[in-house]
């Protein structure tokens, strides 16, 4: 049973922040686009491409990509402990509903002569039963702040969904670029020994001072050096895989090594990005735990303002007491009360608390607020950066391009006696470095575009159908109730 809510949410403005980033997406420098609508519905904003709003790391078309992040949906201890909250959450949303029923309790005892144990003097029984009205919507309130308490926990394990989807496919980025830059490194290897060997044979006609050789040799170390760091770097990353994979070294292992040749190059085709709307971005369960925050805090302040008025409690008992056990159960004596408990004098506590708790929504009201713009930055960030990195990428080709015709042409000529030393030396070491710079821009492009699918997410992608379905119905409920 309850009354009339005596608490009003203050009136908060829950629309989309308006400031001058709206202006700015129209500046995107991509086919992907990135309007402010924050009209559009939610059909609208379920409409991008399943791989890129979902199982994003799909769009990437890599199996062995594929199976480590479904892996670790599957037996990442992070992911399990947050799911265990979140099953706690549920828990006690129940033990919160239980208020809109009255407790029952049962008590029994008997009497008996220490001398003669066995031997019952009286015996009695009764049943008693209480309940809470809810004149003032004060448990109605925590009810609703337990269920938007649940859609946090529901929304903070979608977070980890996604950053454990994240975290592994960047690991896998890492470590295939640096298979990419163990392959270049052994090309380099190769060349800059064929190269020394040239030289050597030239120092032993005199054609060459014995500097040239020892240049070239200390050329040749510095890739030496460069291997080394990349096989450690290979083995980290393959241990940070483990960690993440919930310690499964084998599977891991298993899955690095049946990488086909094929796949260990880093040059993937990247789809444009279709267009996002602000609409989109309220399935991101960060502003989805956000909207919770800022809910269960408003119940909790309604709560806190209902303290202040009186408490009805309606009690019930039926109890026996008798002598004879046989005659217990004969004669019930039945009591009804009407509890009415109201504050007086509490110093000030009832009151301070009520303006705690309207400090606590303000906060999560800016903290809400914030957290829009931060997903906005982090979108057009990202955009933004794929822009520049894909014009990083193509400069950097052709760089190298040139810079391999100048090696095949200097070669050619000291080889001919045409050019000197040093600047054969300056031509090879551009030209590696370049190498290594390309592997690098792709790996920047790459991560730049797993960050992208990241943010604009909606991370219901659990390994359970059941919990995906809950997740997916929870995300629809927080984006209605935002409209």
């Given at each position: 049973m309850?009354g009339?809510?005596?608490?009003t949410?203050?009136?908060m403005?829950?629309n ?7 202006s700015?997406?129209?500046a995107?420098?991509?086919n992907a686009?990135f309007?402010?609508?924050a ?8 409409s991008?491409p399943?791989?890129i709003?979902g ?8 199996q062995?990509?594929?199976k480590?992040i479904e892996h670790a949906?599957?037996h990442?201890?992070?992911?399990k402990?947050?799911l ?16 809109d029923?009255p407790s029952?309790n049962?008590?029994a ?6 001398e003669?144990i066995n031997?019952?003097r009286?015996?009695?029984?009764g049943?008693s039963?209480?309940?809470e009205?809810?004149?003032w ?7 609703e702040?337990a269920?938007?308490?649940l859609?946090?926990q529901?929304a903070i394990?979608k ?5 454990v989807a994240?975290t592994v496919?960047?690991?896998?980025l890492n ?6 830059k163990k392959?270049?490194?052994a ?6 020994k064929t190269a020394?060997?040239v030289i050597?044979?030239r120092?032993?006609?005199?054609k060459n001072s014995?500097?040239?050789v020892?240049?070239q ?7 030496k050096?460069?291997?080394?760091n ?5 083995l980290?990353?393959?241990q940070q895989?483990?960690?993440w ?10 899955l690095?090594?049946s990488t ?14 279709p267009?996002i ?9 960060d502003?989805?735990?956000?909207y919770?925050?800022?809910q269960a805090?408003d119940?909790?302040?309604a709560?806190a ?7 009805l409690?309606?009690r ?6 008798k002598?004879n056990t046989v005659?217990?159960f004969?004669d019930?004596?039945k009591?009804f ?6 504050p007086?004098f509490?110093?000030?506590?009832i009151e ?9 929504l303000e906060?999560s009201f800016?903290?809400y607020?914030?957290k829009?713009?931060d997903?906005i930055?982090?979108?057009?960030t990202a955009l ?7 014009r990083?990428?193509?400069q950097l ?5 040139l ?8 070669s050619l000529?000291?080889r ?15 030209s590696l470095?370049l190498e290594?710079q390309?592997?690098?821009a792709?790996?920047?492009l790459?991560a730049?575009?797993?960050?992208l699918y990241r943010?604009i997410?909606?991370s219901n992608?659990s ?7 809950h997740l997916?119905l929870?995300s629809?409920s ?6």
């Amino acid at each position: 049973m309850s009354g009339c809510a005596i608490y009003t949410t203050p009136q908060m403005d829950l629309n989309l922040p308006n400031t001058s980033f709206n202006s700015a997406f129209n500046a995107t420098p991509l086919n992907a686009t990135f309007k402010s609508d924050a009209e559009k519905d939610l059909t609208r904003a379920e409409s991008a491409p399943s791989q890129i709003r979902g199982m994003w790391w799909k769009n990437f078309e890599r199996q062995q990509l594929n199976k480590l992040i479904e892996h670790a949906l599957q037996h990442n201890f992070s992911l399990k402990s947050q799911l265990a909250l979140t099953k706690a959450s549920e828990l006690a949303l129940v033990q919160q509903n239980a208020s809109d029923y009255p407790s029952v309790n049962m008590s029994a005892g008997a009497t008996a002569d220490a001398e003669q144990i066995n031997e019952i003097r009286s015996g009695n029984i009764g049943l008693s039963s209480s309940w809470e009205v809810d004149l003032w919507g004060k448990l109605e309130s925590l009810q609703e702040k337990a269920q938007w308490d649940l859609v946090s926990q529901q929304a903070i394990y979608k977070m980890r969904l996604n950053t454990v989807a994240g975290t592994v496919a960047n690991i896998w980025l890492n470590w295939q670029a640096e298979r990419e830059k163990k392959l270049l490194y052994a090309s380099q290897f190769a060349r800059t020994k064929t190269a020394l060997e040239v030289i050597q044979r030239r120092f032993a006609m005199g054609k060459n001072s014995v500097t040239s050789v020892w240049q070239q040799q200390r050329l040749l170390e510095s890739i030496k050096s460069q291997q080394v760091n990349n096989q450690s770097q290979l083995l980290v990353l393959e241990q940070q895989l483990i960690s993440w994979l919930g310690g499964d070294m084998n599977t891991v292992f298993t899955l690095l090594q049946s990488t086909p040749e094929q796949e260990v190059s880093l040059s993937l085709a990247l789809d444009p990005v279709p267009e996002i709307t602000l609409s989109q971005l309220q399935v991101r369960p960060d502003l989805q735990q956000a909207y919770a925050k800022l809910q269960a805090a408003d119940k909790l302040a309604a709560a806190a303002a209902a303290e202040k008025f009186p408490r009805l409690t309606l009690r019930a008992d039926i109890k026996s007491s008798k002598t004879n056990t046989v005659a217990l159960f004969d004669d019930w004596a039945k009591n009804f009360i009407v509890g009415l408990t109201a504050p007086i004098f509490n110093g000030g506590a009832i009151e301070a608390k009520r303006q705690q708790r309207l400090l606590q929504l303000e906060a999560s009201f800016a903290d809400y607020q914030q957290k829009w713009l931060d997903a906005i930055l982090d979108v057009q960030t990202a955009l933004i950066n794929e822009g520049q990195l894909f014009r990083v990428a193509e400069q950097l080709q052709i760089q190298l391009e040139l810079a391999q015709k100048t090696v095949r042409v200097v070669s050619l000529k000291y080889r001919n006696g045409k050019a000197t030393y040093l600047a054969l030396l300056r031509a090879q070491e551009t030209s590696l470095n370049l190498e290594r710079q390309q592997v690098n821009a792709k790996r920047s492009l790459l991560a730049n575009r797993i960050k992208l699918y990241r943010e604009i997410s909606h991370s219901n992608f659990s390994q359970s159908p059941d919990l995906q379905h809950h997740l997916l119905l929870t995300s629809h409920s927080v984006v209605e109730d935002i409209k």
